[in-house]
């Protein structure tokens, strides 16, 4: 069953490196230097650093110091979540609550689980409507039950899984109001949507490198001038004593470079994205007209590049495997316990059953994806649903 | 040779791999799938007990990294519970001795996981059990397992109760190797697990503790034993904790009138009563045995000289048998001890298995027929 050419429908897992990114990091693995060095090749690589920094400052709203450099996604929500709500309840112990969304990515979930389980923390988590999106109404009502006593907010900027995009200026406006410090997770946002800091007037924004064209391995924290996080990293002070750890100079260059291509095309790429991802959609309920798309409707309020599926009477892991067989890559967009897929958490915090969070894929687009790619799914996914029903326990 | 798409199980262990790798260097299009059997698995092997922890199911998908084929994980635990778990459990409470392993290849490995894998395109499911298939002879289009060329790792006892239809599903890539062999191949392919222990007993019972796996799931169930005269020798506090033949751990508080050791001879979890005597009531010449399957040769019309294998790694016995419905009338030539209901009676044509059926009960020597 050898594929003819393989089919990546998985850009939001990870998507291939710009040339632009490549070729900046390939030049730079060359050079020497630690960034915290006072001499000459200390200054040549901090020059490298400070200029990333500045690039990718200025395409996220926010001012050079408010961009502290992470291994990644991950690291970052870990330094908010935990940096935050320690900073917050040692200024004042009597803030505990900590407010997320069901629908968070485990960074953030398991970071205020884990704080409840061993810090203190009381976890709420607020409910989603059906179409993954949290209302105003919700915060507001979380929050006012008792303002004094929350410590920080995380809501992510647009959901991993079925890409529908939280109104996070409203959101970040209404925690402001309170003075509560509030992060989002803009992971999948960041090269999508237009995201920035100064505009939303939050907290904290994590980003990636690895989603917008970047190397895997570096992140930021975008962190509003006056946040003082707990550093969950000490040592040698770096990134203004936030976070310490010798600077990768060459992924940061890198990250830089895929920020300033993604940014310069974020537009006509997000046109160009919608246009083909509507129709992967339609041609999907063309050979399987009883999927059901989950997130919100295409439009502003969905990330250009997801489409999310439930297929009626399927396993997501058997699609998966015959996906897989055909050389069509995408993901059935939930974390795995030993391997094993478990339903779904966004798709039950919407609402959806276990059967239909089990049942679910997810096919993201990004900018090496073209149309064969959309109708190499096409002609294949009916008969593959019709397999998958067959396999079904 | 036709490329088959060909479904390898892989528990982590040394046989499984080296399997998958044969079927792949055949030229089989070969997916690897590791099997969790467990809703709670340990995150590590602690030596030989135990099985499918998080660690084996690491070690499963390095092994098929290393031979180049995809790799994914099935959940089978609540599968595995209901028809194995609770099958031993309820076997164990009604006085059997059950082999779960059996149990597994009939129900799971055979059954749940070669339904899924034909529903999904796949022509056959290839394990690392040590066995053989080969054509009936005389019947075409039919297979029937063989004794693996080691005698000592020899797994045809747990397989024979597979059906015709079933084995036309399996591959057994290893049944013409030796265990060394084996391991010395692993370590030619660069698979890691060359080095790794064998696994032993029951794979769910990671602590060996079966008896404490037991009164967790049956608590308490006292009762007494007795000679089989009636005579009360002791109290015990759950019949599930004996097996026919068990001489150690009886409990008995007093030595027997001829200073001779006891064995238990009989439990009845009912009246809660276990049956202990002397080595020779143990003998047995005759037994019935239910739910035949019979994979190498037609169900017999009449009268069928064979070998009987009566447990796992257990000698062989030269036995006449006969069918009479759903049960299989065993005639053993000599005696044997220790046959255990629940048990398998798998019968041989040499090193070719015939059939299979469940122990059900047993005839002492001298008693009426």
């Given at each position: 069953?050898?594929?003819?050419?393989?089919?990546?429908?998985?850009?939001?897992?990870?998507?291939?490196?710009?040339?632009?990114?490549?070729?900046a990091m390939?030049e730079e693995l060359a050079q020497l230097g630690n960034p915290s060095s006072l001499h000459n090749a200390g200054r040549r690589a901090r020059r490298v650093v400070e200029e990333s920094?500045?690039?990718?400052?200025?395409?996220?709203?926010?001012?050079?110091?408010?961009?502290?450099f992470?291994?990644?996604?991950?690291?970052?929500?870990?330094?908010?979540?935990?940096?935050?709500?320690?900073?917050?309840?040692?200024?004042?112990?009597?803030?505990?609550?900590?407010?997320?969304?069901?629908?968070?990515?485990?960074?953030?979930?398991?970071?205020?689980?884990?704080?409840?389980?061993?810090?203190?923390?009381?976890?709420?988590?607020?409910?989603?409507?059906?179409?993954?999106?949290?209302?105003?109404?919700?915060?507001?009502?979380?929050?006012?039950?008792?303002?004094?006593?929350?410590?920080?907010?995380?809501?992510?900027?647009?959901?991993?899984?079925?890409?529908?995009?939280?109104?996070?200026?409203?959101?970040?406006?209404?925690?402001?109001?309170?003075?509560?410090?509030?992060?989002?997770?803009?992971?999948?946002?960041?090269?999508?949507?237009?995201?920035?800091?100064?505009?939303?007037?939050?907290?904290?924004?994590?980003?990636?490198?690895?989603?917008?064209?970047?190397?895997?391995?570096?992140?930021?924290?975008?962190?509003?001038?006056?946040?003082?996080?707990?550093?969950?990293?000490?040592?040698g002070?770096q990134?203004?004593?936030?976070?310490?750890g010798t600077l990768d100079v060459p992924a940061i260059r890198?990250?830089?470079?895929?920020?300033?291509?993604?940014?310069?095309?974020?537009?006509?790429?997000?046109?160009?994205?919608?246009?083909?991802?509507?129709?992967?959609?339609?041609?999907?309920?063309?050979?399987?007209?009883?999927?059901?798309?989950?997130?919100?409707?295409?439009?502003?309020?969905?990330?250009?590049?997801?489409?999310?599926?439930?297929?009626?009477?399927?396993?997501?892991?058997?699609?998966?495997?015959?996906?897989?067989?055909?050389?069509?890559?995408?993901?059935?967009?939930?974390?795995?316990?030993?391997?094993?897929?478990?339903?779904?958490?966004?798709?039950?915090?919407?609402?959806?059953?276990?059967?239909?969070?089990?049942?679910?894929?997810?096919?993201?687009?990004?900018?090496?994806?073209?149309?064969?790619?959309?109708?190499?799914?096409?002609?294949?996914?009916?008969?593959?649903?019709?397999?998958?029903?067959?396999?079904?326990? | 040779?036709?490329?088959?798409?060909?479904?390898?199980?892989?528990?982590?262990?040394?046989?499984?791999?080296?399997?998958?790798?044969?079927?792949?260097?055949?030229?089989?299009?070969?997916?690897?799938?590791?099997?969790?059997?467990?809703?709670?698995?340990?995150?590590?092997?602690?030596?030989?007990?135990?099985?499918?922890?998080?660690?084996?199911?690491?070690?499963?998908?390095?092994?098929?990294?290393?031979?180049?084929?995809?790799?994914?994980?099935?959940?089978?635990?609540?599968?595995?519970?209901?028809?194995?778990?609770?099958?031993?459990?309820?076997?164990?409470?009604?006085?059997?001795?059950?082999?779960?392993?059996?149990?597994?290849?009939?129900?799971?490995?055979?059954?749940?996981?070669?339904?899924?894998?034909?529903?999904?395109?796949?022509?056959?499911?290839?394990?690392?059990?040590?066995?053989?298939?080969?054509?009936?002879?005389?019947?075409?289009?039919?297979?029937?397992?063989?004794?693996?060329?080691?005698?000592?790792?020899?797994?045809?006892?747990?397989?024979?109760?597979?059906?015709?239809?079933?084995?036309?599903?399996?591959?057994?890539?290893?049944?013409?190797?030796?265990?060394?062999?084996?391991?010395?191949?692993?370590?030619?392919?660069?698979?890691?697990?060359?080095?790794?222990?064998?696994?032993?007993?029951?794979?769910?019972?990671?602590?060996?503790?079966?008896?404490?796996?037991?009164?967790?799931?049956?608590?308490?169930?006292?009762?007494?034993?007795?000679?089989?005269?009636?005579?009360?020798?002791?109290?015990?506090?759950?019949?599930?904790?004996?097996?026919?033949?068990?001489?150690?751990?009886?409990?008995?508080?007093?030595?027997?009138?001829?200073?001779?050791?006891?064995?238990?001879?009989?439990?009845?979890?009912?009246?809660?009563?276990?049956?202990?005597?002397?080595?020779?009531?143990?003998?047995?010449?005759?037994?019935?045995?239910?739910?035949?399957?019979?994979?190498?040769?037609?169900?017999?019309?009449?009268?069928?000289?064979?070998?009987?294998?009566?447990?796992?790694?257990?000698?062989?016995?030269?036995?006449?048998?006969?069918?009479?419905?759903?049960?299989?009338?065993?005639?053993?030539?000599?005696?044997?001890?220790?046959?255990?209901?629940?048990?398998?009676?798998?019968?041989?044509?040499?090193?070719?298995?015939?059939?299979?059926?469940?122990?059900?009960?047993?005839?002492?020597?001298?008693?009426?027929?």
């Open positions: 069953m050898a594929p003819a050419s393989p089919v990546y429908l998985d850009h939001a897992a990870t998507t291939p490196m710009l040339p632009a990114a490549l070729a390939t920094r500045e690039l990718i400052a200025e395409a996220y709203g926010a001012r050079p110091s408010e961009v502290v992470t291994s990644g996604g991950t690291e970052a929500d870990n330094l908010a979540v935990k940096g935050l709500y320690w900073a917050r309840r040692a200024g004042d112990p009597a803030r505990r609550r900590v407010l997320a969304t069901a629908s968070e990515h485990h960074a953030v979930l398991d970071s205020v689980r884990w704080l409840a389980e061993h810090e203190g923390a009381e976890a709420e988590w607020l409910t989603v409507q059906p179409s993954g999106v949290v209302s105003l109404s919700t915060l507001a009502d979380a929050i006012g039950k008792d303002p004094a006593s929350v410590a920080m907010i995380s809501i992510m900027w647009a959901n991993n899984e079925v890409g529908s995009v939280q109104p996070i200026a409203e959101l970040a406006g209404l925690a402001a109001e309170h003075q509560i410090p509030f992060h989002s997770d803009a992971v999948q946002a960041a090269g999508q949507l237009p995201v920035s800091l100064a505009a939303t007037g939050a907290t904290a924004l994590t980003i990636t490198a690895h989603k917008i064209g970047g190397p895997v391995g570096i992140g930021a924290l975008l962190l509003a001038r006056g946040a003082q996080p707990v550093p969950v990293l000490h040592g002070g990134e203004r004593d936030v976070r310490s890198a990250f830089a470079a895929a920020v300033q291509v993604a940014t310069e095309r974020r537009s006509d790429e997000a046109k160009r994205l919608a246009a083909l991802r509507d129709d992967l959609i339609a041609q999907v309920l063309a050979a399987v007209p009883d999927a059901v798309l989950n997130g919100a409707p295409p439009g502003p309020g969905r990330l250009p590049g997801n489409a999310h599926f439930s297929f009626p009477g399927c396993e997501g892991d058997a699609l998966l495997m015959l996906l897989d067989a055909r050389g069509i890559a995408c993901s059935t967009g939930s974390a795995c316990t030993a391997g094993v897929a478990q339903p779904s958490h966004v798709l039950l915090a919407m609402g959806a059953d276990d059967a239909r969070a089990r049942g679910s894929l997810r096919f993201s687009l990004g900018h090496s994806s073209e149309q064969a790619d959309v109708d190499a799914l096409g002609a294949v996914i009916g008969e593959v649903v019709e397999r998958a029903r067959r396999a079904s326990r | 040779m036709t490329t088959l798409r060909v479904l390898a199980a892989m528990s982590g262990g040394v046989d499984s791999a080296v399997a998958a790798a044969r079927a792949a260097a055949a030229g089989h299009d070969v997916t690897g799938v590791h099997l969790a059997l467990s809703s709670n698995p340990s995150s590590y092997r602690t030596g030989a007990r135990g099985c499918c922890t998080l660690e084996d199911a690491r070690d499963a998908r390095r092994a098929a990294d290393v031979i180049g084929i995809p790799f994914y994980v099935w959940d089978m635990a609540e599968r595995f519970h209901a028809d194995v778990v609770e099958d031993f459990v309820s076997e164990y409470a009604r006085g059997n001795t059950p082999n779960p392993c059996l149990r597994c290849n009939e129900k799971i490995k055979f059954a749940a996981v070669l339904d899924r894998a034909v529903a999904l395109g796949f022509d056959a499911v290839c394990t690392g059990h040590h066995a053989r298939l080969e054509p009936v002879p005389g019947a075409a289009g039919l297979t029937r397992l063989v004794r693996s060329v080691d005698p000592a790792k020899d797994q045809s006892y747990v397989l024979a109760v597979l059906t015709n239809a079933q084995l036309s599903g399996a591959m057994f890539p290893l049944g013409d190797t030796t265990k060394d062999q084996v391991r010395k191949e692993a370590a030619d392919r660069g698979l890691s697990v060359a080095d790794k222990p064998d696994s032993h007993d029951v794979c769910f019972i990671a602590d060996g503790d079966t008896r404490g796996f037991l009164q967790r799931r049956l608590g308490s169930v006292p009762g007494q034993l007795v000679e089989p005269d009636g005579t009360v020798v002791g109290t015990h506090d759950g019949s599930y904790g004996f097996t026919i033949g068990q001489r150690k751990g009886l409990g008995i508080d007093r030595p027997a009138a001829d200073g001779r050791p006891r064995f238990v001879l009989s439990i009845e979890p009912v009246s809660r009563t276990v049956t202990v005597g002397p080595a020779e009531a143990l003998d047995v010449l005759e037994i019935d045995a239910h739910r035949p399957v019979w994979s190498g040769c037609a169900p017999p019309a009449g009268p069928l000289d064979c070998l009987v294998q009566l447990r796992a790694h257990g000698e062989v016995h030269p036995a006449v048998c006969e069918q009479d419905g759903d049960v299989v009338r065993i005639s053993l030539r000599e005696p044997a001890r220790g046959i255990a209901p629940g048990q398998a009676a798998v019968f041989y044509d040499g090193d070719a298995v015939l059939g299979s059926a469940t122990i059900a009960t047993t005839r002492p020597v001298g008693s009426g027929h």
